[in-house]
């Protein structure tokens, strides 16, 4: 459960900050975000613990250099929330490993990832009513947003499978 909810956040987090470039027209800035989230999805199949501090200094400065000059900062914020996110749960999910077995994993691992998904929907809901306010709402945008809820909504569905 962690391992998926920590590739999708490093897949959202690259995917919002390449799009955010190649919509401002910096192309090549943009396959260098992609080659890096590639990067960082190998640093965690090869378990190389030294790379998600650099992976997540580096999406935090392209967010704010991407807002800085004036880029779309709906997919500047989704890219350091989600960059927040995958740093978090791959932390998370080396806490979890020294823990007894008679602790409830599981049942962390859940309000770990419901605790993130409350926060993060409510800053997303927060930039998508101030890009409305500031008539930068895009129809990609809203796919995205489309997305992230059919995503929300999967998960909240295995969870009440189980």
Do not use: N
Not at 19 to 25: K, L
Not at 120 to 125: H, I, K, M, V
């Amino acid at each position: 459960m962690i391992r998926a909810a920590l590739v999708a956040s490093i897949f959202v987090s690259t995917a919002s900050l390449a799009r955010g470039y190649w919509i401002a027209g910096y192309h090549d800035a943009a396959r260098a975000i992609v080659v890096c989230g590639v990067v960082w999805f190998v640093s965690h199949w090869r378990k190389w613990r030294w790379f998600p501090a650099p992976a997540i200094l580096c999406c935090l400065l392209l967010a704010a250099f991407g807002v800085w000059f004036g880029f779309h900062y709906g997919w500047m914020f989704s890219g350091a929330a989600f960059a927040l996110i995958a740093y978090d749960l791959g932390e998370f999910q080396s806490q979890i490993k020294a823990l007894p077995i008679r602790e409830d994993i599981p049942g962390r691992a859940r309000r770990r990832i419901l605790r993130i998904s409350v926060s993060t929907g409510l800053g997303l809901a927060l930039a998508t009513l101030l890009m409305l306010y500031r008539g930068q709402f895009t129809r990609d945008w809203g796919l995205f947003l489309i997305v992230v809820a059919l995503i929300v909504c999967a998960q909240i569905f295995a969870w009440l499978k189980r």
